[in-house]
C-alpha cells in the first residue's frame, strides 16, 4: 500500500492511492446524498439544488482533476438510474430533458473553478470570479439546452433557468469560498 501521508487533497499526480480514492468515493457519495433535495419554483422547471454548492466545495478537497472524477462518477450513477439528481430522479430522460445543459455544464464548472482554486489558492477575490465564470459557463450550456428542450427563445430560457437562481448562488459561491479552505485545512491536519 502507497504512503498515505504523502497523499494531498487535490494530488494530481497519476497514481490513485487509497486515501484519494476514498475522498473521491466520499465526495461522490455527498453529491449523491445531497443532490436530490431540490426546491422547485413555479416560474422554472429548473429546482434550485446543492449539487452546485457540493461540487464548489469539493475543487477544495480534492482538486479539480478529483471533482471531476466525483462528479462523472456521480453522473454515470444518475444515468444508470439512481435517484440522484435533483427532485430524487434518476435516468438518462433526466440528462436528456430540460435540465441536462446544467449537469453537462457542471463539468467545466469543476474545470473552470478548479483552475482558479488550483492556481490562486490564497487570493480569494480571484477564486470568486474564478467561480463566478464557471457558474456562467454552466448557466450557457444549461440555458442552450433549456431553450432547444423548450423550443423557446434563449432570452426567455434566461429568464427562468438563471435569473430566480442569481442571489442564491452568488450566496452559494460565498459560501464556498469561505468553508472551502476550511475543509481543505482540517484534511491536510487529518493527514499528519
Not at 3 to 15: A, C, F, V
Not at 85 to 98: E, M, V
Amino acid at each position: 500500500m502507497k504512503n498515505l501521508t504523502t497523499t494531498t487533497p487535490g494530488n494530481t499526480s497519476g497514481h490513485f492511492t487509497t486515501r484519494r480514492l476514498v475522498l473521491i468515493a466520499m465526495v461522490t457519495a455527498v453529491t449523491c446524498i445531497l443532490a436530490p433535495f431540490a426546491i422547485p419554483i413555479p416560474v422554472s422547471p429548473v429546482p434550485i439544488s446543492l449539487t452546485n454548492l457540493v461540487l464548489l466545495i469539493s475543487i477544495y478537497v480534492l482538486g479539480w482533476k478529483d471533482a471531476t472524477i466525483s462528479f462523472l462518477v456521480y453522473l454515470l450513477l444518475g444515468a444508470a438510474g439512481l435517484p440522484v439528481f435533483s427532485g430524487f430522479a434518476g435516468g438518462l430522460g433526466k440528462i436528456a430533458g430540460p435540465t441536462g445543459g446544467y449537469l453537462v455544464g457542471f463539468i467545466f464548472m469543476t474545470i473552470i473553478a478548479g483552475f482558479f482554486v488550483g492556481r490562486f489558492p490564497d487570493k480569494r477575490l480571484l477564486i470568486t470570479a474564478g467561480m463566478v465564470l464557471a457558474t456562467a459557463v454552466t448557466y450557457i450550456f444549461g440555458t442552450a439546452w433549456l431553450a432547444y428542450q423548450m423550443e423557446i427563445p434563449f432570452t426567455a430560457a434566461l429568464s427562468i433557468g438563471v435569473i430566480p437562481y442569481l442571489p442564491g448562488d452568488t450566496a452559494k459561491i460565498i459560501l464556498a469560498v469561505i468553508t472551502g479552505p476550511i475543509l481543505r485545512s482540517r484534511l491536510n491536519i487529518m493527514q499528519s
